[in-house]
């Protein structure tokens, strides 16, 4: 009598990581990713339909493909080595400042912005990937040069050249929230890092004099954008440069506590510009109201947390300083854009993360936390 014999199949974690903090991570990610598609695939149908000969869900099924091809991507590079991120880093930065001022020359401009570039069957945005590029470079080499943290600014300038030069292409296009936010970012890392308060607020008080001097550069309506946010709107203004924040506040009132129910948005009926994309969170109010606007809320804090806790359990420099960008990213960037659509802050256009409709910026926030992991995982193995 043959012995059948039975053989055991182990699947391996495809993160190859035992930290619960990285499976945290990703279920977050995860949770956010789905909440963005199914959130534009309702704050999109009008304009898909106009758009796309009356497909009402065109514009949310490339979300969704969207989702899945950054997920696949962020699967594959979560198992790279961390030496891949310090090695090609200066390739990372000169292809993204490439494609940057490919924009500058060639791109498609809109609302007095240049920051696409149309390749004929697609067209994307490089400044999202620019911001992990920018990231993965400064984060790299304040871990090859960790004893420059003790050094006064005068000692930064090579490195600062390094990150500065993209973003003020950036800001040459004309993007004036994407330059703030990367701003933000270096800022930030240089603080994870260590550097001394002084030093961070010197440059942070140069940014500001940037941040002015832009809103008053180029033909389009930032500046008066900024008036109207600090003097208040007056009547004149509501079709101009206000309607948009009056109709942004007026969706979310109308959701109350428990919203008007998913797919019942108005204002998405063209009321609202850019529904789907940069005031996506006045239509999650809306639709899902109040309840729904805390339970995302409270997603991006657990991301927070568990990000600021890998900081802590992982302190290499490499790791700690690459985590604190990605912080100050994301997380910096969805209250940037919540503050914005409450008119705590003034219009910047920069998308929710995870949320707003846009495959450049989803696939980027999934490249991000792809490259979290990836350093997670070499550190929790060597230290």
């Known amino acids: 009598m043959s012995r059948v014999r039975s053989n055991r199949v182990q699947l391996r974690n495809p993160f190859n990581a035992d930290s619960p903090l990285v499976t945290m991570l990703i279920a977050v990610t995860v949770l956010l990713a789905l909440f963005g598609t199914f959130m534009v695939l309702s704050a999109s149908s009008v304009t898909s339909g106009l758009n796309n000969g009356g497909n009402f869900f065109a514009d949310g099924f490339m979300q969704g493909a969207s989702a899945v091809f950054g997920g696949a991507l962020c699967l594959i590079i979560a198992r790279w080595p961390v030496s891949f991120w310090s090695r090609y880093r200066n390739y990372f930065v000169g292809g993204g400042f490439a494609l940057q001022f490919a924009v500058l020359t060639v791109g498609t401009e809109y609302g007095g912005n240049r920051n696409w570039l149309d390749v004929g069957f697609f067209s994307f945005q490089p400044s999202e990937f620019l911001k992990l590029a920018v990231i993965v470079w400064f984060a790299s080499w304040i871990h090859d040069n960790e004893y420059m943290l003790d050094e006064p600014l005068r000692r930064w300038i090579q490195p600062l050249i ?164 990605v912080f100050v990213w994301i997380i910096g960037q969805a209250f940037v854009n919540i503050a914005v659509v409450l008119n705590v802050v003034p219009v910047l256009g920069v998308p929710l993360p995870f949320i707003s409709s846009g495959g450049s910026a989803l696939v980027a926030n999934f490249l991000a936390i792809g490259v979290v992991v990836s350093c997670v995982r070499h550190e929790e193995r060597y230290g």
Request: charged share 10%.
């Open 162 to 325: 390094w990150v500065g030069v993209p973003i003020g292409m950036v800001g040459l296009g004309g993007d004036l929230g994407t330059t703030m936010i990367m701003g933000l970012i270096v800022l930030g890392m240089l603080a994870f890092a260590g550097l001394p308060a002084r030093t961070i607020l010197a440059l942070a008080a140069i940014s500001v004099l940037a941040v002015f001097a832009l809103l008053n550069v180029g033909g389009s309506n930032r500046g008066a954008r900024f008036d109207a946010w600090l003097q208040g709107c007056t009547p004149e203004q509501y079709e101009t440069v206000c309607w948009q924040t009056m109709h942004g506040l007026w969706a979310l009132s109308a959701g109350g506590l428990f919203g008007l129910g998913p797919g019942s948005s108005r204002a998405k009926w063209s009321w609202l510009p850019h529904a789907d994309s940069d005031y996506i969170f006045a239509i999650v109010g809306e639709e899902l109201g109040m309840l729904g606007a805390i339970a995302l809320i409270v997603l991006f804090l657990a991301l927070a947390v568990t990000l600021v806790r890998l900081v802590r359990e992982f302190p290499q420099p490499l790791t700690r300083v690459l985590i604190g960008g």
